[in-house]
């Protein structure tokens, strides 16, 4: 029987062991965090994240191979593979303020293993984290090692997408396990494709040296982020010249070079891993003394500050120049669709932005919380405080709600509810004022039909 211990019952160290569990039956695996709250929430029937797929998957295997406990002590000691999946938020003061991740949870965690481990250990590096993060870790590991004890660490990012985390984790593009290029790293290596190859192929597992897996996880979602970035620049000669970014998309996706995925324009990209990993990029490549690389990757972010910017100018110009006391309905507060998550969602700048230009705003989203909703407005760098919010926030709890008497609605999210069909925008255009606007941040909507309406309609990409 192999032990598995997760530290950190996050995003991603919740769902990725959760399906270890479920399709290892014979490995236990105990997920700890210092978090009660959190574990409480993982040990009750109302799962402290939302992904579809994974209330099935926790409630088969808990209690029988699949355990959620704060004991990270003891979880460490039982284990022989301790994944790592803490938070690394970007720093806020300091050294690389606003760029560098915070490894000071990291740190924490692997002192914590150093100082109770009675056993070896495979220490695995699952939280996204700065190339050579990995060197650090083995450092702190290997000067509390004994003749008995000896610790192996490897890379093995991870790459699901929130919203779709179990259908990526069941069956992932690959898998990557990065090693030390000793025989000791090697074996480390091979007893973690043991695990993964149990249900995805072999030549889904890859493997490489520390520091290509380490650097691979920040690349593949700097390109990512890159590719929306793009279009979305393209998005704004649509808007001037009256080409349509979604032919534009279809056209260049159909080149097998480029390929259609990704390619969707829209307010801006949010989630808690594209800006960090690319920050985390650039002030890599700033203390490699690459001045030029830093500033290539940095311009992404800026495209997507620019577009979030782009889109409430528009509305606001839209709007006959002002939106002060005017109400305003945000359809969708999440970062994406099929989520709870709003970290770095674009609906929090956007409303942030609205609620500066004095609007009220009613925000509607069917897998976000009111107390979240405030929590993110109020955020210190957000530009709203408690006393805005209060003033110029309602929380709604449908759509229909949300937009009734409203002068405009802004589509923040592509829930599958708010697209034509499974939202009544008859009913909803009866109940608000005259005109009434639309401003589609997500490409959902079809505007021909919204225009028969009698909507007005404004959307990303396409002419003004
Ligand atoms: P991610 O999206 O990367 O999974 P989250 O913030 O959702 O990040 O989750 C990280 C979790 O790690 C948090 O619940 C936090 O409480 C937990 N954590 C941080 N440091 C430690 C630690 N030293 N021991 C146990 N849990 C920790």
């Not at 090692?145 to 919203?163: M, V, Y």
Request: proline share 3%; net charge neutral; charged share 20%.
């Amino acid at each position: 029987m192999v032990n598995i211990c997760c530290i950190g019952a996050g995003y991603v160290g919740g769902p990725s062991c959760a399906v270890i569990a479920y399709q290892c039956h014979d490995i236990n695996v105990t997920i700890v965090d210092l978090n009660q709250a959190r574990i409480d929430a993982w040990n009750s029937d109302n799962l402290p994240i939302y992904e579809p797929g994974l209330d099935e998957i926790v409630f088969a295997r808990r209690g029988k191979n699949l355990f959620f406990s704060t004991n990270v002590d003891q979880a460490i000691i039982d284990a022989d593979l301790i994944f790592v999946s803490v938070n690394t938020p970007t720093k806020k003061t300091g050294m690389g303020a606003g760029m560098a991740a915070d490894l000071a949870y990291i740190e924490t965690a692997t002192r914590r293993i150093a100082q109770v481990a009675t056993t070896s250990k495979i220490v695995i590096e699952k939280s996204t984290v700065p190339c050579r993060t990995a060197q650090s870790m083995r450092t702190i590991l290997e000067a509390n090692s004994s003749k008995d004890i000896r610790f192996d660490i490897l890379s093995n990012p991870e790459f699901l997408a929130e919203g779709t985390a179990i259908a990526d984790l069941t069956k992932p593009d690959r898998v990557l396990i990065g090693c030390l290029q000793t025989p000791e790293g090697f074996a480390a290596q091979q007893k973690l494709v043991d695990v993964y190859t149990r249900w995805i192929p072999k030549e889904k597992v890859i493997t490489m040296n520390l520091w290509s897996s380490e650097l691979s996880k920040l690349a593949a979602n700097a390109l990512l982020a890159q590719r929306i970035s793009s279009i979305n620049a393209l998005s704004a000669i649509c808007e001037a010249t009256g080409a349509d970014v979604d032919e534009v998309a279809y056209a260049c996706g159909t080149d097998s070079r480029i390929g259609p995925k990704f390619l969707k324009a829209s307010v801006g990209f949010g989630g808690s891993c594209f800006q960090k990993d690319i920050l985390n990029l650039v002030y890599l490549s700033e203390q490699l003394f690459l001045p030029e690389v830093a500033a290539y990757w940095k311009s992404v972010v800026t495209m997507n500050e620019y577009q979030k910017m782009r889109f409430t100018h528009r509305i606001v110009r839209t709007l006959f120049n002002t939106v002060t006391n005017k109400k305003i309905a945000l359809l969708g507060f999440a970062f994406k669709k099929d989520t709870g998550d709003t970290r770095e969602s674009a609906a929090i700048t956007l409303s942030s932005y609205l609620i500066q230009e004095h609007a009220n705003i009613a925000i509607y989203d069917p897998k976000v919380s009111a107390k979240q909703i405030k929590m993110d407005l109020t955020e210190p760098g957000v530009g709203t405080n408690e006393a805005d919010v209060n003033k110029h926030v309602t929380v709604c709890q449908s759509a229909y709600e949300a937009c009734a008497g409203a002068a405009a609605i802004v589509i923040c999210t592509e829930w599958d509810e708010f697209k034509m069909g499974q939202t009544d925008y008859q009913k909803i255009f009866d109940s608000m004022q005259k005109p009434a606007f639309i401003f589609d941040g997500r490409l959902i909507l079809d505007a021909p039909k919204l225009r028969e309406i009698g909507f007005r309609v404004e959307t990303i990409g396409k002419s003004i």
